[in-house]
């Protein structure tokens, strides 16, 4: 017997958690939150023999401690997800003393995690006794990771799928499986070509350098930030990184075999100044391109760049990520306004947005879910499932709910 529930994520974005019974042994994929204000936490966690984590995104991981504040249980993961999930983890933990929310674990919880913790690669199968477990590149991040269960039963878990090329990563290939649980995120919606995005981006980013101003890009410090300095370090312009993308950087540096070059990602960073401390961060002005977290323009130091250049006419913000509602980054994408200092003001900077999504569009998933040739299709980790249903009905498509175990007949 098959058995599947879900913590978090089965009909939303984020919070991601999914218990799997096969034959009575039981695992368990992500525990996530979502990173709303406060975040939202899963349902509490259950009894499970192993933790297998698909990547390092608080949406994914953000509520993973939890499980060794009574105990422990073995938690598997790609080296480059466990090196990356410990500073976004205590960074969670300092965001939730500044804004006073109730702290669900501590770091000496996230330590005491990292004592169970088992590094995997790609390919490698894992012997959890009777249960054949494997990894596979899901293209997201770096070190991203697909899992497939194995015994009388097949069942994989895509996490966050990317399928396409990027300049950081190759995307995640297609695994034929009989039963496959794939995120939504982008159900009814495609993403613009990659190339085209990046080249509209280059040219606005020269345009308004040209013109004498700044481009100011709020940036995820996971993957985002890497990927905007290799789509933009070749040109002839100062480019300087800030926040925590830089310390991700030097673990993506330090930690080899997850990027599509990494002589290619070392080349670009070669020709970008990583601002570190105050000092640098006051002596900005001979900079033209400014790449800082956070992304969603909650904190960190691109909003003080952004004040300092808010009246400016001739610089720009430019998002390239989802902004999840009641950030800053939302209400300035909806809005046309963003809080500095405390205070609600709207910018006399150019506003645009680019599409540099790590998550797979709608033909994107339908080609890869067809390609994995499954008899059942479980779709979570989206809000508009429903749009993907209709190019689906030669499948037997499941649309899970939080808390409610389900069956999967074969």
């Known amino acids: 017997m098959l058995k599947l529930k879900f913590l978090g994520g089965a009909e939303e974005v984020g919070r991601l958690g999914i218990v799997i019974n096969m034959e009575g042994r039981r695992f368990q994929v ?9 975040p939202m936490f899963p349902l509490p966690p259950e009894q499970v023999e192993g933790l297998f984590v698909t990547h390092s995104h608080l949406d994914h991981i953000g509520a993973l401690p939890m499980y060794y504040q009574n105990g422990g249980v073995d938690i598997f993961a790609t080296e480059m ?8 983890l205590n960074d969670s933990i300092k965001i939730t003393a500044i804004e006073g929310y109730v702290e669900r674990f501590n770091r000496e919880d996230v330590e005491k995690m990292y004592t ?21 590149s899901a293209g997201h991040i770096p070190g991203s990771t697909m899992w497939r269960f194995e015994n009388a039963h097949e069942l994989m878990v895509t996490g966050d799928l990317y399928t396409g090329d990027s300049k950081l990563l190759s995307g995640g290939k297609p695994q034929k499986v009989k039963n496959l649980v794939v995120e939504s995120t982008y159900a009814g919606k495609n993403h613009e070509d990659r190339e085209e995005v990046r080249k509209r981006l280059r040219d606005r ?18 993957g985002r930030m890497q990927e905007l300095v290799m789509s933009l ?29 990494e002589k290619e990602f070392r080349k670009a960073l070669s020709r970008v100044k990583a601002i570190r401390g105050k000092r640098m961060r006051d002596d900005i002005d001979s900079t033209d391109i400014i790449i800082s977290t956070s992304g969603m323009l909650d904190g960190g130091p691109v909003l003080s760049y ?7 006419p001739k610089s720009a913000i430019f998002m390239t990520g989802y902004q ?26 150019a506003v645009e947005f680019f599409d540099m ?32 249903v209709d190019d689906l009905e030669n499948y037997n498509v499941i649309l899970p709910f939080n808390g409610k175990e389900i069956t999967i007949e074969e």
């Open 205 to 222: 980013v020269i345009d308004v350098v040209e013109h004498g101003g700044k481009v100011i890009m709020p940036s995820f410090a996971m």
């Open 116 to 136: 169970f913790m088992n590094h995997t690669k790609y390919g490698e199968k894992l012997d959890m006794d009777d249960v054949t477990v494997t990894p596979y």
């Open 306 to 312: 952004i004040e300092k250049y808010v009246h400016d």
């Open 324 to 349: 999840v509602e009641g950030t800053n980054g939302r209400n300035l994408m909806e809005k046309g306004t963003l809080r500095l200092s405390g205070v609600e003001m709207k910018p006399d900077m």
């Open 233 to 261: 370090a070749d040109l002839p312009y100062k480019i300087a990184t800030d926040g925590m993308g830089n310390l991700i950087t030097s673990i993506y540096l330090n930690t080899p075999g997850y990027l599509r070059s």
């Open 357 to 388: 999504s790590a998550h797979a569009g709608h033909d994107d998933l339908i080609h890869f879910i067809k390609a994995c040739q499954p008899e059942n299709v479980i779709l979570c980790h989206g809000d508009q499932r429903e749009a993907v």
């Open 81 to 88: 997800t466990a090196n990356t999930a410990r500073p976004m």
């Open 30 to 38: 992500d525990y996530g939150v979502i990173p709303e204000k406060p």
